[in-house]
């Protein structure tokens, strides 16, 4: 039985079909793409410890489990009748879950996910799995680490979310909101951006802002390294505020020597360039650096490999500023890519037609590139239908973006899986018009959606970027 925090035994696993577009790779670039791959994969293992602290032993005891056997042999050497086909089936749907959000939370929605079988049961396949008998003080030790915070659902744990209504790995446990938004003034006054940062409260007086990267102290990288100028200790309105670095420094060496690797199978000077700076970016903890490999990456018009990495979207920080950890790698599909051209080609026809005035449009319209992509690799915590990136507003503004609709994705779907409240008629046209109409909707939302809109805004000099005299609140008609 499903419920909010649980999977059904029905749920479907749905493939990305890729090997075509793959194949058709040269063996540079298939080369390319596996260092791409690597990089997004290693750093992906962020997402777990941005998640809950139960994730990662969570994530390293299913793969012990399922890299010592097949799951054929798992399923064979289960004890029975101790361990039904429904339970079995149960666990692998919750290894599916954890494994498909990177962690023990949903990726669209943030609440907890828990197994649909009871503990006891989990424990009895877990001893008799291969991985048990070859590494028990290990495998003990990764369940004594999660076998209670893996089923908890007190009110804390139920949903990621400032507590008391729930937890969240961007701050430590005794931060709230008021933490958040009492930091937001610090990082904004000393030019220091929240995207890669974790925060940690370790008295009413005393905190520590954590930047992501490979570097460890306040020792420059190299000569251009400007992080390590802001590594350190100050005081903000009272209080002691440190700003230290080497989050993730483990994993993130490992992002960055297969971007070097990477690098060397590039097609050409942008791909290079965008590449060293991401890699100068997870090296130093540099947002500006990101940013600059994100400039070359827009400029990187109509690749065959598509890539992006880094720490992207903010949906789960509560506060809604610091980045999870996402990589993708795709490949050019491009009979739906042409589609999504003519769409970018007519929307200066679209925007007028929008219910809303032309100054809340951008200046001038950046006309996007806008590529269908069949996923090849995708490190994070779920794969969605279509990116608008990079969110660095500056840019987005100034320089451009781009738009990328991952086309298997949008095919992917389960075909036995039945529709809910329609008839036999009714579902096989919703089957039929599915995912065309879905198809549309992404090409929509990212192109108008993201794309066209403005955001106001005010800059360092205090220069409005829109006519405050003339420019009315589309509900209430007062000056914004």
């Given at each position: ?23 058709g ?34 994530f ?6 399922f ?13 029975q ?7 079995f ?57 999660c ?35 009492f ?5 904004t006054?000393k ?20 930047l ?7 020792e ?13 200790s ?7 505020v ?18 070097r ?52 979207e ?8 610091r ?9 050019v ?10 769409l ?9 037609l ?24 995708f ?8 990116i608008?990136?990079p969110?660095?507003?500056?840019i ?21 899986k039945?529709?809910?409240f ?20 992404v ?16 800059n ?8 405050q ?12």
């Amino acid at each position: 039985m499903a419920s909010l925090h649980t999977f059904s035994n029905k749920t479907p696993v749905c493939q990305l079909a890729c090997k075509k577009a793959f194949e058709g790779l040269t063996v540079r670039e298939k080369r390319y793409a596996h260092y791409l791959s690597k990089a997004s994969f290693d750093g992906g293992l962020i997402v777990l410890l941005q998640t809950s602290s139960e994730s990662t032993p969570i994530f390293l005891l299913l793969q012990k489990i399922f890299t010592s056997q097949s799951v054929e042999s798992l399923r064979e050497n289960r004890p029975q009748p101790q361990i039904s086909d429904d339970d079995f089936q149960s666990f692998l749907i919750y290894a599916a879950a954890i494994f498909t959000n990177m962690g023990n939370y949903k990726s669209f929605g943030d609440s907890k996910i828990i197994p649909g079988l009871p503990k006891e049961k989990i424990l009895i396949l877990i001893q008799s799995s291969t991985a048990y008998s070859q590494s028990r003080e290990t495998v003990n030790s990764l369940w004594a680490a999660c076998a209670k915070p893996m089923y908890s659902l007190e009110p804390t744990d139920k949903e990621i979310a400032f507590p008391p209504k729930g937890k969240t790995s961007y701050y430590s446990a005794n931060c709230t909101q008021e933490d958040a938004e009492f930091i937001q003034g610090f990082l904004t006054e000393k030019g220091i951006s929240e995207y890669n940062t974790r925060l940690f409260k370790r008295s009413d007086n005393d905190y520590e802002v954590r930047l992501a990267s490979v570097a460890k102290t306040s020792e420059p990288v190299a000569s251009d390294d400007k992080v390590a100028e802001l590594i350190g200790s100050c005081e903000y309105k009272g209080k002691k505020v440190e700003v230290s670095r080497g989050d993730y420094s483990e994993l993130l060496q490992r992002v960055v020597e297969n971007l070097r690797k990477a690098a060397e199978c590039a097609a050409n000077e942008n791909e290079k360039s965008m590449l060293d700076f991401y890699a100068k970016s997870f090296e130093r903890g540099s947002i500006d650096d990101h940013k600059d490999g994100s400039r070359y990456w827009i400029k990187d018009k109509g690749p065959i490999i598509e890539t992006y990495i880094g720490f992207i979207e903010s949906y789960r920080d509560p506060y809604g500023v610091r980045g999870e950890f996402e990589g993708f790698v795709a490949m050019v599909n491009k009979e739906m890519s042409l589609k999504f051209e003519n769409l970018v080609a007519n929307a200066e026809k679209f925007l007028p037609l929008l219910p809303w005035p032309k100054a809340y449009e951008k200046d001038a319209f950046l006309k996007p590139d806008f590529t269908s992509l069949d996923v090849l690799t995708f490190g994070g915590s779920g794969i969605p239908a279509g990116i608008n990136i990079p969110n660095y507003n500056d840019i987005r503004g100034d320089e451009g973006f781009k738009n990328v609709s991952l086309g298997n994705v949008l095919a992917a779907r389960a075909d036995d899986k039945r529709v809910s409240f329609l008839g036999d008629d009714d579902a096989a046209l919703y089957g039929e018009l599915k995912s065309a109409a879905f198809e549309v909707q992404v090409g929509l939302h990212e192109l108008l959606g993201h794309g066209s809109g403005k955001l106001f805004q005010k800059n360092e000099n205090g220069e409005l970027n829109f006519d405050q005299q003339e420019v009315r609140h589309t509900e209430t008609n007062e000056p914004v």
